[in-house]
């Protein structure tokens, strides 16, 4: 386990760093962008998105299945096809958004998307075509370079972003800065990935599989088709309803805290990586262990995050965003209710037994179960209906594959959910928002005071879990470890 929390420790950094400045630079956007452009902007977010998660095939999550079956030659046969098919699928996605430009602008009540939907949907093409370059540096144990390319590329991405707006070209000078920094990721990666070729491998030509891929990796495209009907449906709702001003506040309030990226997918991807040779070698129990470990591991992270941010919802929406969002409070703490789900790392566990219609069978179910709510809510609530329905719909899908995991992994729920320790660390959360609600009150709320507020909380937290026995021995060394790498850098 030390090693695999190293591995999803890199990968952690990694995320942290990218989705922790994608999660701040909203806030940098609200400011520069009138709340009209800003809702453009995010519609044609929502366009690109919805174009790639239908056309991505599942190809990138295959790699994690393929790699550790194939060796030598067909190795890199599996990177070129890959890598190819997620090309052409990009070339696709644009042709599609590009001839789709005038019918998305009417569908949305937003001619001014026409000009800027090319640009968006080339730089999505680009983006697709280098989607697998993370999984194959990660099932190649280069989890350094994975980090080192998520940095730089985080940090030439919001330059790019960022300095048009403060010279003053707006949102076009925006779509445009996205094209480039596409453009420049695809060349980094595709470049890095001729570099690292196996210059012995030969006949590769010969050992093309894409079949066998595809076979495997379309029922995750079909379970990634409903899953983002399901995950996008709300957001489409509201584009499609109301103004795109009132698109901008739900966007805000819908602001996904990135733990699932940053922590759930890093330790999912190890897993991913780890699970199917011990599949192979039939040790049930370990794989009982590891996945009871990484709930309890999440938990440490997930539940405290999810409390604090419950209690400073409005403070942090306000302060973050300005008052000019007041609204989205409400609907930031009906999103926060997803926050617990981010402990568990189900969906992948039927793809590392090669059951990947499990999860096809589970997000069509659950993608109908949402349609059908979030429009009766939308009649019955209004505006709030379809945040609603996503939340329902997301504990209805975990449910699901839950009872999946436990059937697979021949396991009772206790083996694999660790429950004396998530109340122990749910105890801990308590006594650090009682500490952070009456040592910190403002009046009037400022980045300082909920600064603060995350510190005492923090602490009160960190002690309490230290004197309950939710931070064992292992999570107290790893944190002195990680520490010591600090003070030595």
Known sequence: ????????????????????????????????????????????????????????????????????????????????????????????GAVVLIVGAWPISHILHNPEIVPLLPVVALAGALTMGSEGFISFLIVGDRYRLALGFEVGETVLRVLLMITPLLLGYGLRGLVVALLVYAALRYLGRIGTLYALRDRAARGWRKLLFAREQLAYSMPLAATSWVS????????????????????????????????????????????????????????????????????????????????????????????????????????????????????????????AYGETRVNFRIASFVSAVHAVLSLALLKWIGFYGPAISGVLSAYLRSGLFAWANLRLTRSRLSQIVPFGALLRTLLACVAGAAAAHFLVLAPSWRLIHLVLAGLVFSLGYLGAAWALGALTPGDRRLLWSAAARLRLR
Do not use: C
């Open 1 to 92: 386990m030390a090693s695999l929390s190293d591995k999803a420790g890199i990968l952690i950094v990694a995320n942290l760093l990218k989705y922790g400045v994608g999660f701040v630079l909203p806030m940098l956007l609200v400011r520069l962008l009138s709340a009209h452009d800003y809702g453009t902007y995010q519609q044609l977010a929502l366009a690109n998105s919805l174009t790639a998660a239908v056309l991505l095939l599942g190809l990138p999550t295959s790699i994690f299945y393929f790699h550790a079956r194939v060796d030598g030659a067909r190795r890199t046969s599996l990177q070129v096809q890959t890598m190819s098919m997620l090309g052409m699928l990009g070339l696709l």
């Open 228 to 351: 983002v009907v399901a995950g996008m449906l709300d957001r489409t709702i509201i584009a499609m309803f109301f103004s795109t001003v009132d698109f901008a506040i739900y966007t805000v309030g819908a602001l996904e805290i990135p733990l699932d990226v940053i922590f759930q997918a890093s330790v999912a991807d190890v897993m991913r990586a780890t699970l199917p040779r011990l599949i192979a070698e039939g040790k049930d129990a370990e794989i009982r262990r590891l996945l009871s470990e990484a709930v309890r591991k999440l938990a440490l992270i997930v539940l405290p995050s999810f409390v604090f941010l419950w209690l400073f919802a409005r403070p942090f929406i306000t302060v973050l965003f300005t008052t000019r969002y007041l609204q989205s409070v409400h609907v930031f703490r009906i999103y926060l209710l997803l926050l617990p789900l981010h402990m568990f790392v189900l969906s992948m566990v039927p793809q």
